[in-house]
């Protein structure tokens, strides 16, 4: 079993794979004396201990999440965990098809709070995408 920073560290390296290094570095940056216990926990064993057990693959594990991120009403961690998704392979239409799912299973004012929500982190995740193609300009 790996001591409690090996587990930190798996847990860095996926939760930096799914929610992409700026945003981990930005959250562990921003961390102080009395939230980085939270932030270490999530890291060690939501991203270490649970998202580092490959029996679900990372792609089914965000369907999950955006699932009950719906049915929770948590709409700042649905709108991180839907780019997450779209990094994990997960398309557009899925996004969709899980939030309808969550539609009939949570209710209509949940889910249209989700769609609303996922609506613009797909919107910013698209824009990071075209951004990351452009060339940089070089000196002439």
Same mark, same amino acid.
């Given at each position: 079993?790996?001591? *409690?920073?090996?587990?930190?560290?798996?847990?860095?390296?996926?939760?930096?794979?799914?929610?992409?290094?700026?945003?981990?570095?930005?959250?562990?940056?921003?961390?102080?004396?009395?939230?980085?216990?939270?932030?270490?926990?999530?890291? *060690?064993?939501?991203?270490?201990?649970?998202?580092?057990?490959?029996?679900?693959?990372?792609?089914?594990?965000? %369907?999950?999440?955006?699932? %009950?991120?719906?049915? %929770?009403?948590?709409?700042? *961690?649905?709108?991180?965990?839907?780019?997450?998704?779209?990094?994990?392979?997960?398309?557009?239409? *899925?996004?969709?098809?899980?939030?309808?799912?969550? %539609?009939?299973?949570?209710?209509?004012?949940?889910?249209?709070?989700?769609?609303?929500?996922?609506?613009?982190?797909?919107?910013?995740?698209?824009?990071?995408?075209?951004?990351?193609?452009?060339?940089?300009?070089?000196?002439?």
């Amino acid at each position: 079993m790996p001591t *409690e920073s090996e587990m930190f560290e798996k847990g860095f390296q996926n939760r930096k794979r799914v929610l992409g290094a700026a945003h981990v570095d930005k959250s562990w940056a921003n961390a102080d004396d009395f939230n980085r216990p939270a932030q270490r926990l999530v890291t *060690e064993y939501c991203w270490g201990e649970v998202w580092g057990d490959e029996t679900i693959p990372f792609r089914v594990r965000s %369907m999950l999440n955006l699932a %009950m991120l719906t049915a %929770m009403n948590q709409q700042h *961690e649905l709108g991180v965990h839907v780019k997450g998704a779209l990094t994990n392979g997960v398309s557009r239409e *899925e996004i969709r098809a899980v939030l309808l799912q969550a %539609m009939v299973y949570c209710g209509a004012p949940a889910a249209l709070a989700a769609f609303r929500t996922a609506s613009a982190a797909i919107n910013d995740w698209q824009q990071d995408q075209n951004k990351s193609l452009i060339p940089a300009a070089k000196d002439e």
